[in-house]
């Protein structure tokens, strides 16, 4: 019988990896993202296992835990919360503190932060029927000051991390493991401009691919890792020594 995964932000970038990684392996994959079913995608019964949610509406989220859980029909062996976003001001420009709208820090948290915990609650059933595991992707800004990542994003992240550890917390005594990645400069679409001069700094003097993240995500949902639980795994070349 094959393993169930569940995974939003879909549509692209290390998600869209995700979903290549996991179904060569065997597991029936469903996805949320904002976008509906792109009928290109190649992999077996893609269209009926979207769901098209707008995690950055909390009703929105709260009311698509029913759907997903009638999809599922059984038990949810991994969840990973990758849906992330990260607005940009005039041109690209990274938003501080001081310039971010607060209605943009709550759609970014939304997004970033609490449909995390809220998809967890709400399938925490069927992640117990399954002894899964949860998957937070963090980011290498929640540690440090980024040049091009805002101050939303930033702090969103840093937030999630610090909600990881309390999920391996409350959630190992049910038999789920909860871990969390944070990737650095990894090659996608949304590459800010001057990117290439981060590059030259880190110890690998490459970027990262979505592949190399996909990897490590579907570890942390596999029993090779079955005694990690509350870790960040740095996917980053080394750009946090």
């Not at 392996?25 to 995608?41: K, M, Y």
């Not at 709400?122 to 002894?131: I, M, N, S, T, Y």
């Amino acid at each position: 019988m094959a393993k169930n995964l569940l995974l939003t932000g879909a549509s692209r970038g290390i998600g869209h990896a995700t979903v290549k990684k996991f179904s060569r392996e065997g597991w029936r994959v469903l996805t949320c993202s904002r976008q509906p079913f792109d009928a290109n995608c190649p992999w077996p019964g893609g269209e009926d296992n979207h769901i098209r949610i707008d995690l950055s509406d909390p009703a929105d989220i709260i009311n698509a835990v029913e759907v997903i859980r009638e999809r599922l029909d059984g038990p949810l062996h991994g969840l990973v919360n990758n849906a992330g976003i990260s607005p940009k001001g005039p041109g690209g420009a990274r938003l501080n503190t001081i310039d971010t709208d607060l209605m943009d820090w709550g759609k970014v948290f939304h997004v970033n932060f609490f449909a995390p915990i809220v998809l967890s609650r709400g399938l925490r059933d069927e992640l117990v029927e399954a002894k899964g595991s949860i998957v937070n992707v963090t980011s290498i800004a929640g540690a440090r000051v980024h040049p091009f990542a805002g101050a939303a994003y930033a702090t969103s992240k840093a937030a999630l991390a610090a909600l990881t550890r309390e999920m391996a917390h409350d959630f190992g005594p049910l038999g789920v493991r909860v871990n969390a990645i944070a990737p650095g400069e990894i090659e996608t679409s949304i590459l800010s401009p001057g990117t290439e001069k981060i590059v030259e700094e880190l110890p690998m003097r490459r970027l990262g691919s979505v592949d190399e993240v996909a990897d490590v995500i579907h570890f942390l949902c596999s029993d090779a890792s079955s005694y990690v639980n509350g870790a960040e795994i740095e996917i980053n070349g080394g750009q946090h020594v």
